[in-house]
C-alpha cells in the first residue's frame, strides 16, 4: 500500500506564494516521475508541471517562470514553490507520482488534493 499526502495549501493574496509539498510513503521500491496537477471549479484536471527521478522538468506554459517543481529522492517528497500567483491559479491541487512497489508492482497514485485560494 502506498499513498501520497499533499501540505502547503490555502489562503493568499495574488502575487504571493506558497510552497506545497507531497511526500510518498508505504511499502515504496522505487517512484518514477512525480508530478502537479490542478482542478478548477468546473473546469478539468490539468498538468501543472512534472519531474523525473533524473530531475527533468516539464511545465504546462501558463506555470512557466512563476511555477518550479523540484524533488528530493532520499524523502520520496515533490515540491511546488508557487510565485507571482493570480486569482486564475486558484483550484485544488493534486500530486500524482509512478510508484513501484516492493513487491514490483506499479501504479499511478493520486494524493488527496490540497486547496490554493488566490484572492484578487
Known amino acids: 500500500q502506498v499513498q501520497l499526502v499533499e501540505s502547503g495549501g490555502g489562503l493568499v493574496q495574488a502575487g504571493g506564494s506558497l510552497r506545497l509539498s507531497c511526500a510518498a510513503s508505504?511499502?515504496?521500491?522505487?517512484?518514477?516521475?512525480m508530478g502537479w496537477y490542478r482542478q478548477a471549479p468546473g473546469k478539468q484536471r490539468e498538468l501543472v508541471a512534472a519531474?523525473?527521478?533524473?530531475?527533468?522538468?516539464n511545465y504546462a506554459s501558463s506555470m512557466k517562470g512563476r511555477f518550479t517543481i523540484s524533488r528530493d529522492n532520499a524523502k520520496n517528497t515533490v515540491y511546488l514553490q508557487m510565485n507571482s500567483l493570480k486569482p486564475e491559479d486558484t483550484a485544488v491541487y493534486y500530486c500524482n507520482a509512478d510508484i513501484t512497489t516492493m513487491t514490483r508492482r506499479s501504479f499511478e497514485v493520486w494524493g488527496q488534493g490540497t486547496l490554493v485560494t488566490v484572492s484578487s
Open positions: 519531474v523525473t527521478t533524473g530531475g527533468s522538468t
Open positions: 508505504g511499502s515504496i521500491f522505487s517512484i518514477n516521475a
